[in-house]
């Protein structure tokens, strides 16, 4: 019986991380072919604007949206049809057709990510229980790398496919003379420099418009595309089993719609979450940085090959790390992070990159992918074991905290000089570490560290 209820779990678990492999390798495609597929009049850039400021706004009704469809299954099958939309929109991209999606698209990635960490985290102390280990952080960790193990082949995939099709015809796209730490962006007063090697089958023409060659292309991606979205929504809806959450959820009185609203603006009371919240906005904001060096030295069209790096960096390290902190425990590992971190940092300032730099691109690039995978798992390890019986509302406010860090690096990356950057970086690095020591310095002077909070 026992083995059968394993077996159960870790088949969700897998079923769960298929759907998000299959949806987000469209989605990151997508994102990363927007400025450039959509360019006119920043129509690209203002449709992942349009995602990430709803999805702000999304995290606040999370909690009040799950309950609403009545569990974390239905909730992830019910969201990616929002995806299913805006991979449509890409056929006819416009004002009225790419903008309208791509808010809808935000308004339900806030419940949507809410929903699989919730469903994650709930199999994951399922599986502590029956196993009878004393603390389920460490499964929880072990989950989450699992997740994201996939969750990041897919942005792997997803840039692959995006570099070659940037890299059709092109060759130093958009390089600088001043880069690193002095990189201040594309300026008319710089001496830039855009090179596009073409030829007739492969190029663009004058006008911008793809050629009937290019244009059948791009509408067989986008028809493979919206293929993963609807697979994974079928996968989701016909494999995926009811989370536990769901048959508490039968058992209990029906919750006012404010009390449930409330509860997601309750958590911002909670001193320890708090003391947590710059280490999320860390999450964000060091998912945002990084293509920022590539671009300048070795042309845009070769930032998605040094992502790719990113992502298969992390997809490796994950359910290491998640399996790791099982022994080493969570507070070990993002200590030792936050620490790396700091000395990628510190380098990133002094170094001075050029063409001839892509080794040592890559190895930053990994050593960050690295930095930011054992943040994303331990840190939603820690926040399930914390408030085991309020993770919905926690979980939407983690999500929103990491989409607001995001967000504000997109919003001044065009404004700032690099160096500017990085210190900001720094200084919330050193919030978020002070912060999340201090937390634990609190955490272990209480007489029952797991007691629940926010009911």
Same mark, same amino acid.
């Given at each position: 019986?026992?083995?059968?209820?394993?077996?159960?779990? &870790?088949?969700?678990?897998?079923?769960?991380?298929?759907? #998000?492999?299959?949806?987000? *390798? +469209?989605?990151?495609?997508?994102?990363?072919?927007?400025?450039? *597929?959509?360019?006119?009049?920043?129509?690209?850039?203002?449709?992942?604007? @349009?995602?990430?400021?709803?999805?702000?706004?999304?995290?606040?009704?999370?909690?009040?949206? %799950?309950?609403?469809?009545?569990? @974390?299954?239905?909730?992830?099958? =019910?969201?990616?049809?929002?995806?299913?939309?805006?991979?449509?929109?890409?056929?006819?991209?416009?004002?009225?057709?790419?903008?309208?999606?791509?808010?809808?698209?935000?308004?339900?990635?806030?419940?949507?990510?809410?929903?699989?960490?919730?469903?994650?985290?709930?199999?994951?102390?399922?599986?502590?229980?029956?196993?009878?280990?004393?603390?389920?952080?460490?499964?929880?960790?072990?989950?989450?790398?699992?997740?994201?193990?996939?969750?990041?082949?897919? $942005?792997?995939?997803?840039?692959?496919?995006?570099?070659?099709? *940037?890299?059709?015809?092109?060759?130093?796209?958009?390089? /600088?003379?001043?880069?690193?730490?002095?990189?201040?962006? %594309?300026?008319?007063?710089?001496? &830039?420099?855009?090179?596009?090697?073409?030829?007739?089958?492969?190029?663009?023409?004058?006008?911008?418009?793809?050629?009937?060659?290019?244009?059948?292309?791009?509408?067989?991606?986008?028809?493979?595309?919206?293929?993963?979205?609807?697979? +994974?929504?079928?996968?989701?809806?016909?494999? *995926?089993?009811?989370?536990?959450?769901?048959?508490?959820?039968?058992?209990?009185?029906?919750?006012?719609?404010?009390?449930?609203?409330?509860?997601?603006?309750?958590? #911002?009371?909670?001193?320890?979450?708090?003391?947590?919240?710059?280490?999320?906005?860390?999450?964000?904001?060091?998912?945002?940085?990084?293509?920022?060096?590539?671009? @300048?030295?070795?042309?845009?069209?070769?930032? /998605?090959?040094?992502?790719?790096?990113? @992502?298969?960096?992390?997809? =490796?390290?994950?359910?290491?790390?998640?399996?790791?902190?099982?022994?080493? /425990?969570?507070?070990?590992? %993002?200590?030792?992070?936050?620490?790396?971190?700091?000395?990628?940092?510190?380098?990133?300032?002094?170094?001075?990159?050029?063409?001839?730099?892509?080794?040592?691109?890559?190895?930053?690039?990994? $050593? &960050?992918?690295?930095?930011?995978?054992? &943040?994303?798992?331990?840190?939603? +390890?820690?926040?399930?074991?914390?408030?085991?019986?309020?993770?919905?509302?926690?979980?939407?406010?983690?999500?929103?905290?990491?989409? %607001?860090?995001?967000?504000?690096?997109?919003?001044?990356?065009?404004?700032?000089?690099?160096?500017?950057?990085?210190?900001?970086?720094?200084?919330?690095?050193?919030?978020?570490?002070?912060?999340?020591?201090?937390?634990?310095?609190?955490?272990?002077?209480?007489?029952?560290?797991?007691?629940?909070?926010?009911?």
């Amino acid at each position: 019986m026992r083995a059968a209820m394993l077996d159960r779990i &870790w088949k969700n678990q897998l079923v769960l991380s298929l759907v #998000f492999l299959l949806n987000f *390798l +469209a989605f990151r495609s997508l994102q990363n072919l927007q400025s450039t *597929l959509n360019s006119e009049a920043g129509l690209g850039v203002v449709s992942l604007s @349009c995602i990430y400021g709803s999805m702000v706004l999304s995290c606040l009704y999370a909690p009040f949206f %799950i309950h609403k469809v009545g569990s @974390c299954k239905w909730t992830v099958v =019910v969201c990616l049809f929002g995806h299913i939309l805006f991979s449509g929109a890409n056929f006819y991209p416009s004002w009225y057709t790419l903008i309208p999606s791509s808010v809808l698209l935000g308004s339900i990635s806030g419940p949507f990510w809410t929903a699989q960490i919730t469903y994650l985290t709930t199999s994951a102390q399922e599986y502590a229980k029956l196993l009878q280990h004393d603390n389920p952080e460490g499964d929880i960790a072990m989950f989450n790398g699992v997740f994201y193990f996939f969750n990041d082949f897919a $942005g792997t995939s997803g840039n692959l496919i995006s570099s070659l099709v *940037l890299s059709a015809g092109s060759k130093d796209i958009r390089k /600088g003379e001043f880069c690193g730490a002095m990189d201040c962006g %594309i300026r008319p007063e710089t001496n &830039w420099t855009s090179h596009d090697v073409t030829n007739s089958s492969t190029s663009n023409n004058s006008t911008g418009v793809l050629d009937n060659k290019q244009q059948e292309i791009m509408y067989t991606l986008f028809g493979v595309f919206l293929a993963c979205n609807i697979l +994974a929504a079928l996968i989701a809806g016909f494999c *995926l089993d009811k989370d536990a959450k769901n048959s508490e959820r039968a058992s209990e009185e029906p919750t006012p719609v404010s009390q449930l609203l409330l509860r997601t603006v309750r958590v #911002f009371k909670d001193v320890d979450y708090l003391l947590l919240l710059p280490m999320l906005v860390i999450i964000g904001m060091s998912e945002a940085l990084p293509s920022s060096y590539v671009g @300048c030295a070795l042309g845009v069209q070769m930032v /998605g090959y040094v992502m790719m790096c990113y @992502c298969a960096t992390s997809s =490796v390290v994950s359910p290491l790390f998640g399996h790791l902190s099982k022994y080493e /425990g969570a507070r070990i590992l %993002i200590l030792v992070a936050a620490a790396a971190n700091a000395v990628l940092l510190i380098y990133m300032l002094l170094w001075q990159p050029d063409e001839d730099s892509l080794a040592t691109i890559l190895s930053v690039t990994g $050593g &960050w992918s690295v930095v930011t995978a054992v &943040w994303r798992i331990q840190l939603f +390890a820690v926040l399930g074991v914390m408030y085991p019986s309020n993770q919905e509302a926690v979980f939407a406010n983690a999500e929103m905290a990491g989409s %607001i860090g995001s967000m504000l690096v997109f919003a001044y990356s065009s404004a700032l000089c690099m160096d500017v950057k990085l210190y900001i970086y720094m200084a919330v690095l050193a919030l978020g570490t002070v912060g999340y020591g201090a937390m634990e310095c609190k955490t272990r002077n209480k007489n029952n560290p797991e007691t629940n909070k926010l009911i």
